[in-house]
């Protein structure tokens, strides 16, 4: 399981960027969600996640909020 936050939501196209705790930049959909609306995402928010190959570079799946 990786950890991260959220670097960048595109809110009108449903996707955005993850930055991991090693600084790589991974991207997401939101049908990657597990508990949690897109739109109740925000900017900084901490997240886990794993990493899959896709055809356009690693894609985070089952990201789930970190309650702090």
Known sequence: M?????KKLVRDRGFGFISDTDGREV???????IETAFNAL???QQVEFEVEKSDKGPRAIGVRVVQQ
Do not use: P, V
């Not at 990786?2 to 959220?6: A, M, S, T, V």
């Not at 991207?27 to 969600?33: G, I």
């Open 27 to 33: 991207f997401f959909h939101q049908s990657a969600l």
């Open 2 to 6: 990786h950890k991260g936050k959220i």
């Open 42 to 44: 925000s900017e900084d």
